[in-house]
């Protein structure tokens, strides 16, 4: 599903009602009728008690006229709340109030905070609660009657569903302006909003819904930006077929270069996640004193020890020959997890990124690595996919953490320009981007996988999907998305946190059999 900012969804409104020709009172009629649908469907006892729709001056309000409407016509008991005076109501907001008016749904009107005062009662009973005050259209901070209306629907104990966004958010960084409403339901019309799916907004946003509002599929194929929100619909569209007639060449030989003494589970769990991915074959490269132990761990994948190693128990730069001539015959590569912190293994790393022949995920210790030196990756031999957390992405670009979970979009991009690779950038709500303008926000996840071990899972599981011939920005977006997933189906199943690295990547398996059965919408 395409995710948009608030100026791409007015261009795509506009192109719709301009050039395709569909009424703009058509487009809004769609989206208070699909508002009330999912309201009824979810709420349908709070409804049946009353509702109190918000309504601002602008379409958002027009929206929750119809609303209106369409619960008036059902027999359900509504009342209107204006927070414009009438004459700002113009266009198909006019019209719906118009309409509003003449099947005698209860207007009540709010101008000043004193008569809104007045009216506090209404908002705080209400069994349940509309919020139409702004949508895509808010343009300042919030302040006055509007701030207070804000402020009163988030002290009310009924359930909010809030028309398009809660009232008082930005569509485009997801930070409340002045204050925002804390919805229950967030009913959105036609795509996903930015400002929705990051943080802060997610927690605003509560349970998101998609409504359609008769935007032709063609005009979002079209002309909507190649952004896209990572759900369960769209890894069910990409996930690919296992031909019948295959064997384990199939589904690609994969080489992990991780682990060193001490880091050694950090190998197994990368393995672990790539062999429950359905990669062909794997084989574990560490230095030669490890090899054991890590066979006698993960019988699945084959193991080869290498020498010399560093006092460390890493692998050491003078093996880089040997492993980039063994390389040429994998297809694709893992490259940093526990692999090493010292200067003779950061070395190493830093030749393999480069040098590496196949697509390789780069991780951990490799990042650590290349701090600062994201241009090097310019040159590298086949493409990278990089999956730093945000410390290691301040490292990367020599920004301080704050700055980098202030604007996590913007850097991702920045970095997949700098390094013209695809980026990762993991943490709540984890976004990728491509060199090529691509991008992407997940919608899977939750704070158990806050985990150590959970990042060497999921470069495992990535490169175990460039193994099997998913292109890079396309294998980084399925990846996160099942990591995440698997988090949240271990979150219910298991428990909300305490679940493990390694039960993530068990997890895997039921994931891809949900999604070869998914038949939903979103
Ligand atoms: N044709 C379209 O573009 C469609 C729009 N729709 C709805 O229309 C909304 C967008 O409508 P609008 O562009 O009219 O914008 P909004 O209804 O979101 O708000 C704009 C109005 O609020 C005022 N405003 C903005 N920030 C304010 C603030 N902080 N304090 C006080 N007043 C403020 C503006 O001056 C303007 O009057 C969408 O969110 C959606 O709900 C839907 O009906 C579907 C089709
Ligand atoms: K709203």
Not at 174 to 183: C, E, M
Not at 434 to 458: I, K, M, Y
Not at 501 to 520: K, N, Q, T, W
Request: proline share 7%; aromatic share 4%.
């Amino acid at each position: 599903m395409r995710l948009v900012y608030a100026a791409e969804m007015q261009a795509l409104d506009r192109f719709t009602i301009q050039e395709v020709g569909v009424p703009a009172e058509v487009l809004m009629e769609n989206a208070g009728r699909g508002v009330a649908e999912i309201l009824l469907s979810r709420f349908p006892e709070e409804a049946r008690r009353g509702t109190l729709i918000l309504c601002g001056p602008g379409n958002n309000g027009g929206d929750g006229l119809v609303v209106a409407r369409h619960l008036h016509q059902r027999g359900l008991p509504v009342k209107v709340l204006l927070l414009a005076p009438e004459e700002k109501y113009r266009g198909e907001a006019g019209i719906n109030l118009r309409v509003a008016r003449y099947a005698g749904i209860p207007l009540l009107r709010a101008q000043d905070e004193a008569t809104l005062e007045a009216l506090a009662p209404e908002i705080l009973g209400a069994p349940l609660l509309v919020d139409a005050l702004f949508g895509t259209g808010l343009s300042r901070e919030v302040s006055g009657v509007f701030a207070r209306a804000i402020e009163l629907m988030n002290q009310a104990p009924a359930p909010v569903v809030a028309v398009d966004m809660p009232s008082g958010l930005s569509a485009d960084t997801g930070r409340p302006l002045g204050v925002a409403v804390r919805a229950t339901l967030t009913a959105t019309m036609a795509l996903p909003k930015v400002g929705q799916v990051i943080y802060p907004g997610r927690e605003y946003v509560g349970e998101l819904r998609v409504v359609d509002i008769g935007m032709p599929p063609r005009v979002i194929e079209e002309r909507a930006p190649a952004r896209f929100y990572l759900t369960r619909k769209w890894a069910a569209g990409c996930l690919k077929g296992r031909p019948p007639e295959s064997h384990k060449g199939t589904f690609g030989h994969l080489l992990v270069l991780a682990g060193s003494r001490g880091k050694s589970g950090a190998a197994v769990l990368c393995a672990r996640g790539a062999l429950r991915a359905g990669v062909g074959l794997v084989t574990l490269v560490s230095a030669a004193s490890l090899q054991p132990l890590l066979a006698s761990y993960l019988p699945e994948a084959l193991t080869w020890g290498l020498s010399p190693e560093t006092p460390e128990g890493e692998l050491s730069p003078e093996c880089a020959g040997e492993i980039l001539s063994r390389a040429e015959r994998m297809r694709a590569a893992v490259l940093g997890p526990g692999f090493g912190l010292s200067e003779a293994a950061g070395q190493l790393a830093r030749r393999l990124a480069r040098e590496l022949p196949v697509p390789t995920v780069l991780d951990a210790d490799a990042l650590t690595a290349l701090s600062g030196r994201l241009e090097e990756l310019k040159e590298a031999r086949a493409p990278r996919v990089l999956t730093p957390h945000p410390g290691e992405m301040a490292r990367l670009l020599g920004l301080p953490k704050e700055e980098i979970q202030a604007r996590r979009l913007e850097i991702a991009r920045e970095a997949a320009r700098k390094s013209h690779q695809v980026v990762v950038l993991k943490g709540a709500a984890t976004v990728v981007a491509a060199p090529d303008g691509r991008e992407a926000v997940n919608s899977a996840g939750n704070p158990g996988l806050a985990q150590g071990g959970t990042g060497d899972v999921l470069s495992g599981l990535l490169g175990a999907l460039l193994a099997q011939g998913y292109e890079p920005f396309e294998a980084a977006c399925l990846a996160v998305y099942l990591h995440g997933a698997a988090g949240d189906l271990l979150s219910r199943r298991v428990g909300p946190f305490g679940f493990t690295a390694s039960e993530v990547a068990d997890a895997l398996p039921r994931l891809f059999r949900e999604l070869v059965l998914y038949a939903g919408n979103i």
